[in-house]
Structure formats: structure tokens, C-alpha cells
């Protein structure tokens, strides 16, 4: 199935094998074959040039993924103080948007710490994995969402829509926000 946002399409290939949950993005033979989006703007302006991020999506007969990589200059001055059912949306990390085949829209929380929000759609905030891991230059995020949470199972051609928005509060290079 694909993933629409404007006029942009991402195909989102089923996995050979799932992707191992331990927000380590490179190295994973899962993601290693699966498209990269990148190229994300500043909400309302132009490319982000100091803090770009990449997005990957597969699924298996159970879920689909998400894997996150996200550059971050400022990762020693991150500040990561939500919970998991917190309000994800404080913290750096991602808020990601579904909407499968004639469903409703599902609007998910991970932060950098991989805490989890569900802040629409889903009855269970917490029905779904999410893994972090940081090095010197950003972090990765890896999330599982089970489809029985989405109330959905992918099916070869099926069309999703999606939406991505990262949350960056860690200014100390002056970076994108």
C-alpha cells in the first residue's frame, strides 16, 4: 500500500522479514530495501536545511512500521521529560497521521525517548511499540502499530493517507524549530 500526502506517494512494501524493535535503523536488513523520504520544510517555509529527517514504512501480516531517522546537531542538549500517555507534543521526536482505506484518522505521538501518545482515533494509546536510540549526529525512532489497533489489515495495493510532523524544541545550534 502507499502513503498519500499531497501530490506525494510513498510505497510501502511488504517486509521479508519484520524490522527488529531496538531503534537502530542502520544495520536492520528490514529497512535496508525500503524507500527513504526525506526532503521535509519548516512547517510554513522553505527545505529544512540544519535538521532534515528521514522516513521509512514497510508492513507484515501483523503491523505496520515506521523507522525515523532524525538529524540532530543539538542531541547533548535534549531535555526529554514526557511519559509514555504524556503530552508527547512538548518533547522533540514525531507526530504521525493515518488514515487507512475508508477509515478514520489515527494521529500518533513518539518523542525522542520513544515515549507513546495517541491523541486521536486509537482506544489505546499504548497499543503500539516504539524503540529510540541517539548517537552523536540525531536519533531513530522504530514504531510497530499492530493493525488490530488501526482496525485494518494492508492488502497489496491498498492506498493509505498519511501526514509526518517532527517537533523540535532543542535550539542550541540555532537549527530549524
Known amino acids: 500500500?502507499?502513503?498519500?500526502?499531497?501530490?506525494?506517494?510513498?510505497?510501502?512494501?511488504?517486509?521479508?522479514?519484520?524490522?527488529?524493535l531496538d531503534g537502530e535503523i542502520a544495520g536492520d536488513a528490514a529497512w535496508r530495501s525500503m524507500p527513504v523520504a526525506t526532503g521535509f520544510s519548516v512547517l510554513g517555509g522553505d527545505y529544512t536545511v540544519a535538521k532534515q529527517t528521514a522516513v521509512q514504512a514497510c508492513w507484515d501480516q501483523d503491523a505496520l512500521y515506521i523507522g525515523v531517522t532524525c538529524e540532530e546537531p543539538d542531541i547533548a542538549h535534549m531535555k526529554l521529560q514526557v511519559r509514555d500517555g504524556g503530552p508527547g507534543w512538548l518533547d522533540d521526536g514525531i507526530e504521525l497521521f493515518l488514515q487507512p482505506p475508508g477509515g478514520k484518522v489515527y494521529q500518533f505521538i513518539t518523542t525522542a525517548g520513544a515515549a507513546r501518545t495517541a491523541w486521536e482515533g486509537a482506544a489505546d494509546g499504548f497499543g503500539y511499540e516504539a524503540a529510540a536510540s541517539k548517537n552523536a549526529d540525531g536519533y531513530c525512532l522504530e514504531m510497530r502499530f499492530p493493525f488490530a489497533l488501526l482496525e485494518t489489515r494492508a492488502q497489496e495495493g491498498d492506498l493509505w493517507r498519511g501526514n509526518f510532523c517532527r517537533n523540535i524544541f532543542t535550539r542550541n545550534s540555532g537549527g530549524d524549530q
Open 1 to 20: 500500500f502507499g502513503c498519500l500526502a499531497a501530490e506525494r506517494t510513498y510505497p510501502c512494501f511488504r517486509a521479508q522479514t519484520s524490522p527488529v
